[in-house]
């Protein structure tokens, strides 16, 4: 099936530090790949929609020049947390989509990582 | 305004119970819904897909059902098991939301043995 790998799955630093995680489609191309925040006990909110070749999509309240997004190729996207602060603390996840362009709608599932929980120090 | 929500936000049950999992939504035009399990710590397993067309889905001893015209979804997990314990997911494609998932707030599960 398909496998969406994350790493690294745990980070600790201190402030001011620049982060970057990185999300991988291990086994299918995705054009497509989103990034969500999670805070604990929470559900999981959309911060981007991360586009091959493209910019990205940033969801209305999340800082695109504090969260950097790129997905320079078919099965690979980053995330750059720059000049973390303790309130950036929390759980990151991405996610991808099978396949060409997404639509939704599709009998396609996303297929998620297994997060990076980001602890600021 | 699109949104998810799941009541109760846990549940305890004896094993062997049969499980219900509630899943309520705002808005009837949806592309699909889909039902995830997340352990502690860990990232999303997908479950199941409803397509808007259907009325349910079933996998194993997982079966969801989705009735749009009252904006509802149900997972049932039957004979439920110790492994079952995790957090229960639910996630609505809204037409209005475009390329969005929009999920719940997920119902924290416990089956004890």
């Known amino acids: 099936g398909a496998v969406v790998s994350q790493h690294p799955s745990r980070v600790i630093c201190k402030s001011g530090t620049s982060v970057k995680i990185e999300c991988r489609s291990l086994?299918?191309?995705?054009?497509?790949m989103f990034w969500y925040r999670q805070f604990p006990k929470q559900s999981l909110m959309l911060m981007a929609t991360?586009?091959?070749?493209?910019?990205?999509?940033?969801e209305q309240g999340v800082e695109k020049d504090k969260f950097l997004i790129n997905h320079a190729s078919l099965t690979l996207s980053t995330l750059t947390v720059t000049s973390a602060h303790p309130e950036d603390s929390s759980f990151y996840i991405c996610?991808?989509?099978?396949?060409?362009?997404?639509?939704?709608?599709?009998?396609?599932?996303?297929?998620f990582g297994d997060g990076t929980r980001l602890s600021i120090l | 305004k699109q949104e998810v929500t799941q009541i109760p936000a846990a549940l305890s049950v004896p094993e062997g119970e049969n499980l219900v999992l509630n899943c309520s939504f705002t808005?009837?035009?949806?592309?699909?819904l889909q039902w995830f399990r997340q352990d502690p710590g860990k990232g999303l397993t997908s479950l199941l897909l409803?397509?808007?067309?259907?009325r349910e889905q079933t996998s194993g001893r997982l079966n969801a059902s989705l009735d749009k015209s009252s904006g509802r979804s149900t997972l049932y997990i039957a004979a439920s098991q110790p492994g079952d314990s995790a957090t229960y997911l639910c996630?609505?494609?809204?037409?209005?939301?475009?390329?969005?998932?929009?999920f719940g707030g997920g119902t924290r599960v416990l089956v004890k043995p």
């Open positions: 996610s991808a989509f099978p396949g060409g362009s997404y639509r939704a709608g599709g009998n396609q599932p996303q297929h």
């Open positions: 086994d299918f191309q995705a054009t497509t």
């Open positions: 991360s586009n091959e070749g493209s910019k990205a999509t940033y």
């Open positions: 808005d009837s035009a949806i592309y699909n």
């Open positions: 409803i397509q808007s067309s259907q």
């Open positions: 996630a609505a494609y809204f037409k209005a939301a475009g390329n969005k998932l929009t």
